[in-house]
């Protein structure tokens, strides 16, 4: 038990310095960062002013946007899709957001408890551990990822404690996420064209789907706690 002693310091210290940067950059970045990336034209002419390694410069920010969980991801999938179109939005925006939850991912993996016990809140915590490490954890992230409205960052930190394969993981959640993104993109695409009246349509029925998944997510995480919770009697 000695032995384990320095080590939980090591991980502890280490876990108090990553959240104290993230909780840095989200003071200092996050509000210049949102405001920057919510004017799509903006934002166009400062990643065209890289050249060749605009979609670079793209995918960080997405990097960014999702270890700095304050600056809503929707305004920079839309200004991919307006920047690149709906594909290469698309695919960047994808490959931007996985990097970004590899990134916590493996922090945590790295860090433990102490990391995840610093960074999200008790609530969110307690309510998410109790699900998340369910007999049917895959369906349950999948599900989750699935549903508007749900905090998808902190289902990142909250999926690092649990066994799940980080491969397997970052699968799923991608075919979980990307029925958003194509449509944020596309979104951006129709804007940048000029096709107004289709963005206004998609972003309507975007915004009801972030609504009712916001107003019955609670009870969706309760059914799935509640079924997985008999199944997990019944295999006894």
């Known amino acids: 038990m000695e032995k384990l002693r320095p080590h939980i310091a090591v991980n502890v210290f280490l876990a108090a310095l990553f959240a104290g940067l993230i909780i840095y950059l989200t003071i200092r970045y996050g509000p210049e960062m949102t405001m920057f990336v919510s004017d799509p034209h903006a934002f166009r002419e400062y990643l065209l002013s890289f050249g060749s390694w605009s979609a670079v410069v793209f995918m960080l920010f997405q990097v960014l946007q999702v270890v700095i969980a304050v600056i809503p991801g929707e305004p920079v999938q839309i200004a991919g899709g307006y920047i690149f179109g709906t594909f290469l939005g698309t695919v960047y925006s994808t490959l931007g957001i996985t990097a970004g939850y590899i990134i916590i991912f493996t922090s945590v993996r790295l860090l433990g408890f102490p990391l995840v016990k610093a960074l999200v809140p008790e609530k969110e915590l307690e309510k998410f551990s109790a699900l998340i490490n369910s007999p049917k954890l895959e369906t349950t992230i999948f599900l989750l990822f699935l549903i508007p409205g749900v905090p998808k960052d902190i289902l990142v930190y909250v999926a690092g404690l649990t066994p799940i394969q980080p491969v397997l993981f970052f699968i799923i959640i991608t075919f979980a996420r990307t029925p ?16 107004y009246l289709i963005a206004i349509i998609v972003s309507l029925a975007a915004s009801i789907l972030f609504v009712l998944g916001y107003i019955f997510k609670q009870r969706v995480i309760d059914f799935l706690h509640l079924r997985f919770s008999k199944e997990k009697e019944g295999s006894k």
């Open 180 to 195: 958003a993104v194509i449509g944020s993109s596309f979104i951006g695409a129709k804007i940048q064209s000029s096709q």
